[in-house]
């Protein structure tokens, strides 16, 4: 290269560095400037009966269709089982059932069996029943029989080799109908989720089934509970609330299918069992009251949304005397949840086995009412707020959709959205309205990667999630949906899920270790705080916990090269010379976890040197952090 070229080469890299020289990204920070109260809620759950989230999911029992009798297509999950010379014939009997509310039951009919080759029937669970080491599941079942002395046998067995994790054998069995219990206890097996349910006789004879239920140990030890690793990653989130139940799941798809309360509490052979808009029939193991000790276990209160007379088929209640009868169901519904003993619906729950009520704060009316094409919204919104503010004049009512006639107290807003869009609406609430009704953002997500978030989409819902907190003073409440997936085939009607699992483990999304990051460095306020400079795909908030004397700085790195902050904090006196920064990020936006790779992506903590005030801090590519700093 001759001289003048080696000039020219030298001014052409000067010019391009310059600029960049110029315009290194500037952070300032006013650490004494609070600008908003961040809400102490703003972090929460929504949840509903989809992608098998309950039955399959976060609910602990392991026999699919444990009530046979509710749907005539649940023989399917009850395969018959004729060993050796042995011979049955399984149906259901419309005939006879353990209930008022379970009329029919499996009919098990073995015409030829011995002990060398009995017969009967076996459940496979939901894909699959999960066997532990040394571990005792509690069974039951309803049964009555024509062979009074009859004795059942009762084997965890695995599919591919036969090999019997743990056995028992119930005995008594009468005409009549009559719960059975037992237990189940494995030795030294190794774990795996390829395992059936059998029950057998030994000898021709008739026996009737309802209800056969299986529980492995349960979050908090609670009689047909929760899974405790599912349990363990939603406590992990430190939610502060639980919009239950749904969704659409509230609504249902016909007025007869939406989440009619009274028929989910109580003992399980009063619950008939019902279809959900989702594909499937929900066993209501997961009832109202399940629900509530959901919300005690993780110490977050309960949203309840009310069914207020609009289903998805486009079927209504008009306003008026018609839905008289719905506004008193959520009257009493309301009544259950925090009722005293002089109460009757307070007394139903003592009842139900829970003396103590449970605090309850919001109650939303509905669910996505904007579908509604009768357009009654306003007047059925109206008639339920009126109703909940003279018997619960404290109650905050959140509409599902702007409303006119009355101002409700908080609008549920949802958004499903790709990529590019949750960015370029993460500023969406700055300039937003103050006074009108507080928000709460029952719904949303960064709808990519299947059947879970990917990094991309986490990175995404991390931008996203810094306007929700830098507007947390109009913005009370968010929560993610849908919460669960059951990632086997067959098992998944919506993507993405923010937490995966098939019977045996489970794994958090990307998306779901930037909600742990965000609510665990919640902080009281939002402080004032300017990002100069710049490139597209940098977002940043940030908050102080003045009385623990903490301030948490969210970068989010959204772009493929490492990107340095010169941090400017202003209003602090001094600052702990190290600070902890936390980084969940990845080679590609692609990176994703999956039941099989679990913790591909996942944050790492790490300290920092805080040299004082004015310090550069460089975040990697594609990554999502939150610098905590001491002061
Ligand atoms: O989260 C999935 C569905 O999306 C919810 O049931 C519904 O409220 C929304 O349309």
């Not at 695995?158 to 743990?166: E, L, R």
């Not at 066993?283 to 009310?306: H, I, N, Q, T």
């Not at 102080?544 to 202003?570: G, M």
Request: charged letters at 15%; aromatic letters at 10%; proline letters at 8%.
């Amino acid at each position: 290269m001759n001289k003048p070229s080696l000039v020219a080469a030298f001014l052409a890299a000067l010019a391009l560095s310059l600029p960049l020289y110029a315009q290194t990204p500037s952070f300032t920070i006013q650490a004494d400037q609070p600008i908003a109260k961040v809400s102490p809620t703003l972090y929460g759950l929504m949840t509903e009966e989809i992608n098998y989230s309950y039955d399959g999911g976060i609910y602990g029992e392991l026999v699919r269709d444990r009530t046979p009798s509710t749907a005539w297509d649940a023989l399917v999950s009850w395969p018959m089982v004729a060993r050796g010379n042995s011979a049955v014939n399984v149906s259901i009997d419309s005939a006879t059932g353990p209930s008022a509310a379970l009329t029919r039951s499996l009919r098990v009919s073995v015409s030829a069996a011995a002990p060398g080759s009995p017969a009967g029937v076996e459940n496979g669970g939901y894909w699959g029943i999960p066997v532990r080491p040394q571990t005792v599941y509690t069974g039951s079942f309803y049964a009555k029989t024509d062979a009074p002395g009859l004795a059942v046998t009762v084997s965890l067995e695995n599919d591919q080799t036969g090999a019997v994790a743990a056995t028992t054998t119930v005995t008594g069995l009468t005409g009549e109908w009559k719960q059975f219990t037992w237990t189940l206890k494995t030795a030294g097996v190794p774990p795996s989720s390829n395992n059936h349910l059998l029950l057998t006789i030994a000898r021709p004879a008739t026996v009737w089934f309802d209800l056969v239920s299986l529980f492995p140990p349960t979050y908090h030890a609670r009689p047909s509970g929760n899974r405790v690793d599912i349990m363990e990653k939603l406590a992990a989130m430190q939610p502060k609330f639980l919009r239950l139940p749904g969704g659409n799941y509230l609504e249902g798809d016909h007025i007869a299918d939406r989440f009619d309360w009274k028929k989910t509490i109580g003992p399980r052979t009063d619950r008939p069992t019902h279809p959900s808009p989702w594909s499937y029939r929900s066993s209501d193991g997961m009832g109202l009251l399940e629900f509530l000790e959901w919300c005690e276990d993780l110490k977050m209160e309960p949203v309840l949304a009310v069914y207020a007379g609009y289903s998805l088929q486009q079927e209504h209640i008009d306003p008026g005397p018609a839905l008289e009868p719905y506004v008193q169901d959520a009257l009493d519904e309301i009544e259950y949840v925090t009722g005293g003993a002089d109460t009757k619906w307070g007394a139903e729950r003592i009842k139900d086995g829970h003396p103590a009520p449970f605090p309850l704060h919001y109650v939303e009316v509905g669910n996505e009412d904007q579908f509604d094409r009768s357009h009654s919204y306003d007047g059925r919104f109206a008639q339920f707020y009126h109703a909940f503010k003279q018997h619960y004049p404290t109650l905050q009512i959140i509409a599902t959709t702007p409303v006119k006639g009355v101002t409700p107290d908080v609008l549920d807003e949802h958004f499903y959205m790709p990529a590019e869009e949750t960015f370029a609406q993460a500023h969406h609430y700055d300039a937003a309205d103050r006074k009108g009704p507080k928000i709460f953002v029952g719904e949303w997500a960064t709808r990519e990667g299947n059947p879970t978030p990917d990094l991309e989409a986490a990175l995404a819902d991390a931008a996203w999630l810094t306007g929700l907190e830098r507007n947390s003073d109009l913005i009370i409440m968010t929560s993610y949906a849908p919460l669960f997936v059951n990632v086997n085939p067959g098992g998944m009607q919506w993507a993405p899920d923010l937490i995966g699992y098939d019977a045996l483990t489970s794994y958090g999304s990307p998306s779901y270790w930037t909600q742990v990051m965000f609510s665990t460095h919640l902080g009281t306020e939002v402080v004032a705080s300017t990002l100069a400079n710049a490139p597209a795909r940098v977002y940043a908030s940030v908050t102080r916990d003045d009385a623990k004397r903490k301030i948490f700085v969210k970068v989010v790195n959204a772009t493929s090269t490492a990107q340095p902050l010169a941090i400017a904090l202003t209003g602090v006196q001094k600052l702990a010379p190290l600070a902890t920064l936390t980084t969940m990020s990845g080679r590609t936006p692609n990176a994703t976890n999956s039941i099989t790779h679990p913790d591909a992506v996942k944050p790492a903590a790490a300290k920092v040197p805080i040299p004082g005030p004015n310090f550069t801090q460089t975040f990697a590519p594609y990554s999502v952090n939150v610098l905590e700093l001491s002061y």
